[in-house]
Each structure stands twice: as C-alpha cells, then as structure tokens.
C-alpha cells in the first residue's frame, strides 16, 4: 500500500526530531525528552504529547530552542562549552530547514 504524501511528511518530521533529541543528548545539552521540551520553551510533557498525537514539534519552538541556544553562547566565556552550544544551534537550524523543505514539497504536490 502507498503511504500518501502527508503521511510521509509527518513521518519524516517526527524521524528529524527523534535524530536531533538524540544529537542533543550525545552533546549534553539535554538528557531527556523533558529537557527538549523545556529548552522549547514548553511544558515537560510538550514532546511526548506531540509524538503521540503523531506530530513533530513546531518549527516555532525550534526556532524558539534555537535562540535559547545562542543567548548561551553569548553568556558562556568557555570556548569549548560555546562551541559544543554553537554545534547544536547547527544541528537545530538544519532539523527547522528540513521540515521547511518537506513543507514545501507537501504544498506542491496539492
């Protein structure tokens, strides 16, 4: 059976969160899905409620991550924890530039 376009978008979205929460474990700067959803800027159970109504997080709330993230940077004074913070900016704006591109490819096959 033929998995239909949104389905595989959705599918693809979640598998993006899924590799970025765990970079950002490997890193150490989260070391559970709470964590992720609280550098979100959301409540504890933010990305399990998401998974489990078959979504992947917002691009907002990344974007929000991502700003968590370089204010960091901007307050840290040790070089190697600021370039580990700047490695998981990278990582964040790569995971909100793919679930840009799978959006637009959604849009143009409707």
Do not use: W
């Amino acid at each position: 059976m033929k998995t239909s376009p949104i389905h595989s978008t959705i599918k693809h979205t979640i598998e993006i969160d899924e590799a970025l929460l765990n970079d950002l474990k490997r890193l150490g700067i989260v070391e559970t899905q709470y964590d992720l959803s609280r550098l979100c800027g959301k409540n504890n159970s933010y990305y399990s409620c998401m998974r489990a109504k078959g979504f992947g997080l917002k691009v907002g709330s990344l974007t929000f991550m991502s700003m968590r993230l370089r204010k960091r940077m901007n307050e840290i004074k040790d070089a190697r924890v600021s370039a580990v913070l700047t490695h998981a900016d990278r990582l964040v704006q790569r995971a909100i530039e793919e679930k840009c591109r799978l959006r637009e490819l959604e849009l143009s096959q409707c």
